[in-house]
C-alpha cells in the first residue's frame, strides 16, 4: 500500500486528538474522584448512583422526622409524669382526709390543696411545645384543649386525632396522644362496675374493696343491694338483698359484716362492705363509664368540702372519698398505660435511627463503589496514556524527518 | 543523421513535460482533492528509410490522473455515514451532558421537595416550612424548565444547521453543474483530453456533498457527472440542478423539514437518512424530542399527583387544597393541510398510562385512525372523539370540536410541552394541604368497644365529602350512614364498603364491638390545624410508583431518563468511534490510490533528470558526428 506525507500527517493528528482526549477524561476523573463524570461513560451505575441518593436523602429526611417525633414524645412523657404525680398527691390527700382523724375545717384545707393540684392538672393538660402547639389537642393543636368553667367543671375543645410521623418506609409513628384519650376516656370504679352508696343513706355502711370474680358471670348490668330486717319487725338491717334493674332480687343473704366488714358475693361480682347501714339503706353497682380525670377530682373537692359531723355523714364522706381514690387509681394507671406506649414508640424509634445509620452507611458504600474512582488504577491507566502518547509523538518526529529530498545532489 | 537531433530535442521536451509534472504533483501534494498525475510516453511512430523501421522517438500522449473510482465512492459513502453519527453524536453528548448536570439537579430539586413535604408533616401549623415547601416546589418547576429549554435550544440549533446544509448542498449541487458544463466545453476544446484539474475539483465537491447527505453518482459519456440524493431523487443532471427548500412541519412550524424545488411542497426528510443533514433529522427525532417527551412525562406524573394529594386536603384556612402546579395539557395541533377548521383538544385521562410517543389522529372515509407518529403503527383506541364519547387512548382523552373532512390529521403531543411550561400556582404558605379533609369522631356516650379510624379522603371530588355523615349502629352487627339502607358490619370493615353506593369520597375503618346505639361522626376538619396527614401523604408519593401503570415513581424515572440517555450516548459513540475507524481505513485506500508520495517524486525527478540529461547527450554526440563530417569534407 502507498503511503503518502498527507496520510501519515492526517493519522498522526487524528491519532494525537484521540490520544489527547483519554489523556484529559482520565485527568478529570482524578481531579473529580468520579469514575463517570456524563452517564454515557456508565449508563447504568449513574441511574443506580441516582436511586441510591435518593434512597440516601430519603433516610436522612426519615431520620429528621424520628428525632422531630422523639422531641414531641419526649415532651409528653415529661408532661405524663408531672401528671401521674399530681394525681399520687390527690390520692394522697384523699387517703389523709379518709384517715377519720380530721375536722371539717381540716378537711376543706384539704379540699384547698386538691382545688391547687387541680389547676395545675388542667394546665398540665393545656402543655405547648417548643412551636406554641398545643401537645393533647389532638389535630387541633392551635386551639387550647382543655377550659375550666368558674364551677370548676373542665370541657374538652380538641379532637380525636392522632398525629403520625414517618420513620421508614411504611413505618409510622403517633407523635402524639389526644387529650380526650389520655384525661376523658378514664373508666370508672374499678374499670368493670363501680359501686356508690344511696345518697339517701342514714346507717354507716362503708364500701370496701370491689372485684370481678368472675368475668364470664357478669351480665354488664346493674343491680343495686338493699338492706332490711328480718324479720320485718327487727330494727337492725340483718340481710341484705341484690335486686336487678327489673326489680327481681337474685341473691340476698344475711348481713354480718358490722364490726369486721363482710363480701357479698353474686353474679361473679364481689363487694365488701362494713359498718352497720340502716334498714332501707342501698348500694348500688353500675358498669364502669367513662369520667375525666378533673370530674373525678371535682367530685374529691365536693367530697372535702363536705361535713363528717355523724356517723351518718362520716359514712358519706368516706364512700365518696374511696370512690374518688378508686377513680384517682383509674387515671394513674391510664396514664401509666400511655406512657408505657410513648416509651415503646421512643423505642421503636430508637430501633429504627439505628437501623438507618446502618442502612445510610450501606448506601454511602454502594454509591461510593459506583461512583468513586480507583486511583490506583486511574493514575496507571494516566501513566499509560501519557507514555502512549510521547512515543508517539516521538514516533511521528522521527518518520516525520524522512525525505528522499535531503539526498537529492545539491548541484 | 537529422533523426538525432530530432528524436534527442522531442526526448528533451517530453522530460521537461514530465519534470513539469512532478513538480506539479509535488506542488499538490497537500491540495484536497488532487490526485497525482503521471505523463503517459509512447514510443514515437517509427521512420522507414525503405530499408528498415527506426524507432522516432518519445511523445507525451496524454497527462493522466491516478484515481479510483469504485475508491472514491467507498470514500464518499463512509463519509456520509461518519457526517450523520457527528451530528448525531454532537447533540447527544450535549444531552449526555446535560442530564449529568441538570437532571441531577432534577433529581436533587424532587428530593428536596419531598422532603419538605416530610418537614411540613413534623410541623404543619409552620408557615416557615410552608414556605420552604413552595421555595422546593419553585426549584423543580424551574429544573423542569430549564432541563427543557436547553433541550429546546437544541431543537433551534439543529433547525439552523439544517438551514445552512441545505444552503451548502445547493451551493455545491450549482457548482457541480457549472463544472460539468466547463469539462464538457474543455474536453472537446483539447480533442477528448480531459480537464484533470476540473475534474479534481468536481470529484472533491462530491466528496463535500457526500459528508452532507448520502449520495449517489453515475458518469455520462460526455463526461458530466450526475449526482443523486439517497432516495434516488436528482439533484445535479448534467447542468441541471434540483433546489432543496426548507419547509415547517406541517403540524409544528418550528420543526424545519426538507423539501426540493420538485415535490410540489411535500417533506422529503424521510429519505434523507445519512450525512450531516440526516444526523441532524435523527437527532432531533431519536435523540432530542424522546428526550423531551420523557422529560415532560415526569412532570406531568409529578405535578398530577402532587395536586391530586393537595385536592384531597384541607389548608390552613380549612379549604380543600387548590393545585400547587399548573400543568399543560397534551398538545394537539392540526394540521396545516387540513380542509376544514375542526380542532381538537386532549387531556390525560390516566396518568399511569401515558407513554412518550407522540400520535397522529387522522380522519379519513368516515372514520378515525390514531397512529404512532414516530414509525405509523396502529394504537388502539376507543371512542368516537365526541365530548361524550372522546376518543381513549394510552392515557389520554382526546375530544374533537365537530367531524374533521376526509384526510384531516391531527398530532397529540402528551408530554412534550408540559416540562417547559411546569409552574408553581399557589403563592400564600397557608395553602397547602397538610391536613387530611375529614375527621371521623366516635360519640362520646359510645358503650361498646369499636374504635374507628381517623379517616382517608379516596375521591376528593365527591360532593359529599366535607358534608357530615352519621354512622349509627342499630346492633353490634349492623350498622346505617345517615339513616339509610342498613349494611352489615364486621371488625375492622371499610365503611362505606368498597363499590357500594352512594359514596361519600371518604372511606373509614371500624373495628372492635359496637353495642347498639353507638354512633361515629366523619365530618369536615375543621380546626385540625396540627394535623399532618395529607402532607405524610405528600411525602411518600416520592416511592409512590405512578408512573408506566403504576411500576415506577417519579425519581425511579429520573434514573431510568439518565441511563436511557446514558446509553444510548453511549452506543452513538461507539458507532462513531467504530465509524471513524471506517472511514480512516477509506481514506488510506484513498490516499493509497491518489495521493502524492514526495519521496516517489523525488525518485521521478532524478529519474526525468537523467534521462533529460542522457537526452542532451545524445544531442551532444549527433552535434560532434555532424562537426566530424563538416571537418572532414573541408580537410578532403
Same mark, same amino acid.
Given at each position: 500500500?502507498?503511503?503518502?506525507?498527507?496520510?501519515?500527517?492526517?493519522?498522526?493528528?487524528?491519532?494525537?486528538?484521540?490520544?489527547?482526549?483519554?489523556?484529559?477524561?482520565?485527568?478529570?476523573?482524578?481531579?473529580?474522584?468520579?469514575?463517570?463524570?456524563?452517564?454515557?461513560?456508565?449508563?447504568?451505575?449513574?441511574?443506580?448512583?441516582?436511586?441510591?441518593?435518593?434512597?440516601?436523602?430519603?433516610?436522612?429526611?426519615?431520620?429528621?422526622?424520628?428525632?422531630?417525633?422523639?422531641?414531641?414524645?419526649?415532651?409528653?412523657?415529661?408532661?405524663?409524669?408531672?401528671?401521674?404525680?399530681?394525681?399520687?398527691?390527690?390520692?394522697?390527700?384523699?387517703?389523709?382526709?379518709?384517715?377519720?382523724?380530721?375536722?371539717?375545717?381540716?378537711?376543706?384545707?384539704?379540699?384547698?390543696?386538691?382545688?391547687?393540684?387541680?389547676?395545675?392538672?388542667?394546665?398540665?393538660?393545656?402543655?405547648?411545645?417548643?412551636?406554641?402547639?398545643?401537645?393533647?389537642?389532638?389535630?387541633?393543636?392551635?386551639?387550647?384543649?382543655?377550659?375550666?368553667?368558674?364551677?370548676?367543671?373542665?370541657?374538652?375543645?380538641?379532637?380525636?386525632?392522632?398525629?403520625?410521623?414517618?420513620?421508614?418506609?411504611?413505618?409510622?409513628?403517633?407523635?402524639?396522644?389526644?387529650?380526650?384519650?389520655?384525661?376523658?376516656?378514664?373508666?370508672?370504679?374499678?374499670?368493670?362496675?363501680?359501686?356508690?352508696?344511696?345518697?339517701?343513706?342514714?346507717?354507716?355502711?362503708?364500701?370496701?374493696?370491689?372485684?370481678?370474680?368472675?368475668?364470664?358471670?357478669?351480665?354488664?348490668?346493674?343491680?343495686?343491694?338493699?338492706?332490711?330486717?328480718?324479720?320485718?319487725?327487727?330494727?337492725?338491717?340483718?340481710?341484705?338483698?341484690?335486686?336487678?334493674?327489673?326489680?327481681?332480687?337474685?341473691?340476698?343473704?344475711?348481713?354480718?359484716?358490722?364490726?369486721?366488714?363482710?363480701?357479698?358475693?353474686?353474679?361473679?361480682?364481689?363487694?365488701?362492705?362494713?359498718?352497720?347501714?340502716?334498714?332501707?339503706?342501698?348500694?348500688?353497682?353500675?358498669?364502669?363509664?367513662?369520667?375525666?380525670?378533673?370530674?373525678?377530682?371535682?367530685?374529691?373537692?365536693?367530697?372535702?368540702?363536705?361535713?363528717?359531723?355523724?356517723?351518718?355523714?362520716?359514712?358519706?364522706?368516706?364512700?365518696?372519698?374511696?370512690?374518688?381514690?378508686?377513680?384517682?387509681?383509674?387515671?394513674?394507671?391510664?396514664?401509666?398505660?400511655?406512657?408505657?406506649?410513648?416509651?415503646?414508640?421512643?423505642?421503636?424509634?430508637?430501633?429504627?435511627?439505628?437501623?438507618?445509620?446502618?442502612?445510610?452507611?450501606?448506601?454511602?458504600?454502594?454509591?461510593?463503589?459506583?461512583?468513586?474512582?480507583?486511583?490506583?488504577?486511574?493514575?496507571?491507566?494516566?501513566?499509560?496514556?501519557?507514555?502512549?502518547?510521547?512515543?508517539?509523538?516521538?514516533?511521528?518526529?522521527?518518520?516525520?524527518?524522512?525525505?528522499?529530498?535531503?539526498?537529492?545532489?545539491?548541484? | 543523421?537529422?533523426?538525432?537531433?530530432?528524436?534527442?530535442?522531442?526526448?528533451?521536451?517530453?522530460?521537461?513535460?514530465?519534470?513539469?509534472?512532478?513538480?506539479?504533483?509535488?506542488?499538490?501534494?497537500?491540495?484536497?482533492?488532487?490526485?497525482?498525475?503521471?505523463?503517459?510516453?509512447?514510443?514515437?511512430?517509427?521512420?522507414?528509410?525503405?530499408?528498415?523501421?527506426?524507432?522516432?522517438?518519445?511523445?507525451?500522449?496524454?497527462?493522466?490522473?491516478?484515481?479510483?473510482?469504485?475508491?472514491?465512492?467507498?470514500?464518499?459513502?463512509?463519509?456520509?455515514?461518519?457526517?450523520?453519527?457527528?451530528?448525531?453524536?454532537?447533540?447527544?453528548?450535549?444531552?449526555?451532558?446535560?442530564?449529568?448536570?441538570?437532571?441531577?439537579?432534577?433529581?436533587?430539586?424532587?428530593?428536596?421537595?419531598?422532603?419538605?413535604?416530610?418537614?411540613?408533616?413534623?410541623?404543619?401549623?409552620?408557615?416557615?416550612?410552608?414556605?420552604?415547601?413552595?421555595?422546593?416546589?419553585?426549584?423543580?418547576?424551574?429544573?423542569?424548565?430549564?432541563?427543557?429549554?436547553?433541550?429546546?435550544?437544541?431543537?433551534?440549533?439543529?433547525?439552523?444547521?439544517?438551514?445552512?446544509?441545505?444552503?451548502?448542498?445547493?451551493?455545491?449541487?450549482?457548482?457541480?453543474?457549472?463544472?460539468?458544463?466547463?469539462?464538457?466545453?474543455?474536453? /472537446? +476544446?483539447?480533442?477528448? @483530453?480531459?480537464? $484533470?484539474?476540473?475534474? #479534481?475539483?468536481?470529484?472533491? !465537491?462530491?466528496? &463535500? =456533498?457526500? %459528508?452532507?447527505?448520502?449520495?449517489?453518482?453515475?458518469?455520462?459519456?460526455?463526461?458530466?457527472?450526475?449526482?443523486?440524493?439517497?432516495?434516488?431523487?436528482?439533484?445535479?443532471?448534467?447542468?441541471?440542478?434540483?433546489?432543496?427548500?426548507?419547509?415547517?412541519?406541517?403540524?409544528?412550524?418550528?420543526?424545519?423539514?426538507?423539501?426540493?424545488?420538485?415535490?410540489?411542497?411535500?417533506?422529503?426528510?424521510?429519505?434523507?437518512?445519512?450525512?450531516?443533514?440526516?444526523?441532524?433529522?435523527?437527532?432531533?427525532?431519536?435523540?432530542?424530542?424522546?428526550?423531551?417527551?420523557?422529560?415532560?412525562?415526569?412532570?406531568?406524573?409529578? /405535578? +398530577?399527583?402532587?395536586? @391530586?394529594?393537595? $385536592?384531597?386536603?384541607? #389548608?390552613?384556612?380549612?379549604? !380543600?387544597?387548590? &393545585? =400547587?402546579? %399548573?400543568?399543560?395539557?397534551?398538545?394537539?395541533?392540526?394540521?396545516?393541510?387540513?380542509?376544514?377548521?375542526?380542532?381538537?383538544?386532549?387531556?390525560?385521562?390516566?396518568?399511569?398510562?401515558?407513554?412518550?410517543?407522540?400520535?397522529?389522529?387522522?380522519?379519513?372515509?368516515?372514520?378515525?385512525?390514531?397512529?404512532?407518529?414516530?414509525?405509523?403503527?396502529?394504537?388502539?383506541?376507543?371512542?368516537?372523539?365526541?365530548?361524550?364519547?372522546?376518543?381513549?387512548?394510552?392515557?389520554?382523552?382526546?375530544?374533537?370540536?365537530?367531524?374533521?373532512?376526509?384526510?384531516?390529521?391531527?398530532?397529540?403531543?402528551?408530554?412534550?410541552?408540559?416540562?417547559?411550561?411546569?409552574?408553581?400556582?399557589?403563592?400564600?404558605?397557608?395553602?397547602?394541604?397538610?391536613?387530611?379533609?375529614?375527621?371521623?369522631?366516635?360519640?362520646?356516650?359510645?358503650?361498646?368497644?369499636?374504635?374507628?379510624?381517623?379517616?382517608?379522603?379516596?375521591?376528593?371530588?365527591?360532593?359529599?365529602?366535607?358534608?357530615?355523615?352519621?354512622?349509627?349502629?342499630?346492633?353490634?352487627?349492623?350498622?346505617?350512614?345517615?339513616?339509610?339502607?342498613?349494611?352489615?358490619?364486621?371488625?375492622?370493615?371499610?365503611?362505606?364498603?368498597?363499590?357500594?353506593?352512594?359514596?361519600?369520597?371518604?372511606?373509614?375503618?371500624?373495628?372492635?364491638?359496637?353495642?347498639?346505639?353507638?354512633?361515629?361522626?366523619?365530618?369536615?376538619?375543621?380546626?385540625?390545624?396540627?394535623?399532618?396527614?395529607?402532607?405524610?401523604?405528600?411525602?411518600?408519593?416520592?416511592?409512590?410508583?405512578?408512573?408506566?401503570?403504576?411500576?415506577?415513581?417519579?425519581?425511579?424515572?429520573?434514573?431510568?431518563?439518565?441511563?436511557?440517555?446514558?446509553?444510548?450516548?453511549?452506543?452513538?459513540?461507539?458507532?462513531?468511534?467504530?465509524?471513524?475507524?471506517?472511514?480512516?481505513?477509506?481514506?488510506?485506500?484513498?490516499?493509497?490510490?491518489?495521493?502524492?508520495?514526495?519521496?516517489?517524486?523525488?525518485?521521478?525527478?532524478?529519474?526525468?533528470?537523467?534521462?533529460?540529461?542522457?537526452?542532451?547527450?545524445?544531442?551532444?554526440?549527433?552535434?560532434?558526428?555532424?562537426?566530424?563530417?563538416?571537418?572532414?569534407?573541408?580537410?578532403?
Amino acid at each position: 500500500m502507498r503511503v503518502t506525507q498527507n496520510l501519515s500527517q492526517l493519522n498522526f493528528v487524528s491519532a494525537l486528538n484521540t490520544l489527547e482526549a483519554n489523556v484529559a477524561q482520565t485527568q478529570n476523573q482524578i481531579s473529580t474522584n468520579l469514575s463517570f463524570t456524563t452517564p454515557s461513560q456508565n449508563p447504568v451505575a449513574a441511574g443506580a448512583v441516582n436511586n441510591y441518593d435518593q434512597a440516601l436523602a430519603q433516610s436522612k429526611q426519615y431520620d429528621t422526622n424520628a428525632n422531630s417525633a422523639q422531641t414531641s414524645l419526649s415532651t409528653e412523657d415529661s408532661t405524663l409524669s408531672q401528671v401521674q404525680t399530681s394525681l399520687q398527691s390527690l390520692r394522697d390527700i384523699a387517703l389523709e382526709a379518709n384517715s377519720g382523724a380530721l375536722s371539717d375545717s381540716d378537711r376543706a384545707g384539704l379540699a384547698a390543696q386538691a382545688t391547687q393540684i387541680q389547676a395545675g392538672l388542667v394546665s398540665l393538660a393545656n402543655t405547648q411545645d417548643g412551636n406554641g402547639q398545643y401537645i393533647f389537642g389532638g389535630f387541633a393543636t392551635q386551639t387550647q384543649p382543655f377550659s375550666q368553667s368558674a364551677a370548676g367543671s373542665v370541657t374538652y375543645n380538641g379532637d380525636q386525632g392522632q398525629r403520625q410521623a414517618q420513620i421508614a418506609p411504611g413505618q409510622y409513628v403517633a407523635v402524639a396522644d389526644n387529650g380526650d384519650a389520655v384525661f376523658n376516656q378514664i373508666k370508672t370504679g374499678n374499670g368493670t362496675f363501680t359501686a356508690t352508696a344511696g345518697a339517701g343513706n342514714t346507717g354507716a355502711g362503708v364500701l370496701g374493696a370491689t372485684t370481678v370474680s368472675n368475668p364470664a358471670a357478669y351480665d354488664g348490668k346493674p343491680f343495686s343491694i338493699q338492706f332490711a330486717a328480718v324479720p320485718a319487725t327487727g330494727t337492725v338491717a340483718n340481710t341484705y338483698n341484690i335486686v336487678n334493674a327489673a326489680g327481681v332480687t337474685v341473691s340476698s343473704g344475711a348481713y354480718t359484716g358490722a364490726t369486721n366488714g363482710q363480701a357479698i358475693a353474686w353474679d361473679g361480682l364481689q363487694v365488701t362492705l362494713s359498718g352497720q347501714p340502716a334498714i332501707g339503706d342501698s348500694f348500688s353497682v353500675a358498669p364502669s363509664t367513662n369520667q375525666s380525670v378533673f370530674t373525678t377530682v371535682q367530685n374529691l373537692i365536693t367530697a372535702l368540702q363536705g361535713s363528717g359531723t355523724t356517723s351518718a355523714s362520716n359514712a358519706q364522706l368516706s364512700n365518696s372519698i374511696a370512690g374518688a381514690v378508686n377513680n384517682i387509681d383509674q387515671a394513674l394507671n391510664q396514664s401509666s398505660n400511655v406512657r408505657a406506649g410513648v416509651g415503646a414508640r421512643l423505642n421503636s424509634i430508637t430501633a429504627q435511627l439505628s437501623v438507618s445509620s446502618s442502612q445510610q452507611i450501606q448506601l454511602q458504600t454502594s454509591i461510593s463503589s459506583l461512583q468513586s474512582l480507583d486511583y490506583a488504577s486511574a493514575i496507571t491507566k494516566l501513566d499509560e496514556q501519557t507514555t502512549t502518547l510521547q512515543a508517539s509523538m516521538q514516533a511521528y518526529t522521527i518518520t516525520e524527518g524522512l525525505s528522499l529530498f535531503k539526498y537529492l545532489p545539491s548541484s | 543523421m537529422s533523426d538525432v537531433f530530432g528524436i534527442s530535442v522531442g526526448a528533451l521536451q517530453a522530460f521537461q513535460s514530465a519534470i513539469d509534472v512532478t513538480s506539479n504533483n509535488i506542488a499538490n501534494a497537500n491540495t484536497p482533492g488532487y490526485a497525482k498525475e503521471a505523463v503517459d510516453l509512447t514510443a514515437a511512430a517509427p521512420q522507414s528509410n525503405g530499408v528498415l523501421s527506426v524507432g522516432n522517438g518519445v511523445v507525451v500522449s496524454g497527462i493522466s490522473r491516478s484515481f479510483n473510482q469504485a475508491t472514491a465512492n467507498q470514500l464518499n459513502s463512509s463519509q456520509s455515514s461518519l457526517g450523520n453519527l457527528n451530528a448525531l453524536q454532537n447533540y447527544s453528548s450535549q444531552i449526555d451532558n446535560l442530564v449529568g448536570t441538570t437532571a441531577g439537579g432534577l433529581s436533587t430539586a424532587l428530593q428536596s421537595f419531598y422532603s419538605a413535604w416530610s418537614d411540613v408533616a413534623n410541623a404543619p401549623t409552620s408557615t416557615a416550612t410552608r414556605q420552604a415547601l413552595l421555595g422546593k416546589a419553585q426549584s423543580v418547576a424551574n429544573s423542569f424548565q430549564s432541563t427543557s429549554t436547553q433541550l429546546d435550544a437544541l431543537n433551534s440549533d439543529i433547525n439552523s444547521r439544517i438551514t445552512s446544509d441545505v444552503q451548502q448542498i445547493n451551493t455545491l449541487g450549482s457548482s457541480i453543474s457549472t463544472l460539468n458544463k466547463q469539462i464538457v466545453i474543455s474536453t /472537446a +476544446q483539447n480533442g477528448g @483530453q480531459a480537464p $484533470n484539474e476540473l475534474i #479534481d475539483q468536481r470529484d472533491q !465537491l462530491v466528496s &463535500n =456533498l457526500s %459528508s452532507l447527505t448520502g449520495i449517489s453518482t453515475t458518469t455520462e459519456s460526455n463526461g458530466s457527472l450526475n449526482v443523486f440524493l439517497g432516495n434516488g431523487q436528482p439533484l445535479v443532471l448534467q447542468g441541471a440542478t434540483t433546489t432543496l427548500t426548507t419547509i415547517p412541519n406541517q403540524f409544528d412550524a418550528s420543526q424545519l423539514e426538507i423539501s426540493t424545488s420538485t415535490s410540489n411542497g411535500n417533506p422529503i426528510s424521510s429519505s434523507i437518512t445519512s450525512g450531516d443533514l440526516g444526523g441532524l433529522l435523527a437527532a432531533r427525532s431519536q435523540v432530542v424530542d424522546p428526550a423531551k417527551n420523557q422529560l415532560g412525562q415526569i412532570a406531568t406524573a409529578f /405535578a +398530577q399527583s402532587v395536586n @391530586q394529594q393537595q $385536592n384531597a386536603g384541607l #389548608d390552613l384556612n380549612g379549604n !380543600l387544597g387548590a &393545585n =400547587l402546579f %399548573s400543568v399543560s395539557t397534551p398538545s394537539a395541533t392540526a394540521s396545516s393541510k387540513n380542509t376544514s377548521s375542526v380542532s381538537a383538544t386532549a387531556s390525560v385521562a390516566n396518568v399511569g398510562a401515558l407513554t412518550t410517543k407522540d400520535y397522529v389522529l387522522t380522519y379519513k372515509g368516515g372514520a378515525y385512525s390514531l397512529t404512532n407518529a414516530a414509525d405509523g403503527t396502529a394504537v388502539p383506541f376507543t371512542g368516537l372523539g365526541t365530548a361524550g364519547s372522546p376518543i381513549t387512548a394510552d392515557g389520554l382523552s382526546i375530544v374533537l370540536s365537530g367531524t374533521p373532512a376526509s384526510g384531516d390529521q391531527f398530532l397529540i403531543k402528551p408530554t412534550a410541552d408540559v416540562a417547559g411550561t411546569l409552574a408553581v400556582q399557589l403563592t400564600n404558605p397557608t395553602q397547602l394541604a397538610a391536613a387530611g379533609a375529614v375527621q371521623a369522631t366516635p360519640a362520646g356516650g359510645n358503650t361498646g368497644t369499636a374504635t374507628i379510624t381517623s379517616g382517608t379522603v379516596v375521591n376528593a371530588t365527591n360532593p359529599s365529602l366535607l358534608n357530615t355523615a352519621t354512622i349509627t349502629f342499630a346492633s353490634p352487627t349492623s350498622y346505617s350512614i345517615n339513616g339509610g339502607a342498613s349494611i352489615p358490619y364486621s371488625a375492622g370493615a371499610t365503611i362505606p364498603p368498597v363499590g357500594g353506593t352512594p359514596q361519600y369520597g371518604w372511606q373509614v375503618q371500624i373495628s372492635g364491638t359496637p353495642a347498639a346505639g353507638d354512633t361515629f361522626t366523619v365530618q369536615k376538619n375543621s380546626g385540625g390545624t396540627g394535623d399532618n396527614r395529607n402532607a405524610l401523604l405528600g411525602a411518600n408519593q416520592q416511592s409512590l410508583p405512578i408512573l408506566l401503570n403504576g411500576t415506577v415513581s417519579v425519581s425511579g424515572a429520573v434514573s431510568s431518563l439518565i441511563t436511557g440517555i446514558g446509553s444510548q450516548a453511549q452506543q452513538i459513540n461507539t458507532a462513531q468511534t467504530a465509524q471513524t475507524a471506517v472511514n480512516t481505513q477509506a481514506v488510506a485506500n484513498q490516499q493509497s490510490v491518489s495521493g502524492v508520495n514526495l519521496d516517489e517524486e523525488a525518485a521521478n525527478l532524478l529519474q526525468w533528470q537523467q534521462a533529460y540529461q542522457a537526452s542532451a547527450k545524445a544531442l551532444q554526440i549527433g552535434s560532434s558526428l555532424f562537426q566530424s563530417l563538416l571537418t572532414a569534407v573541408q580537410s578532403a
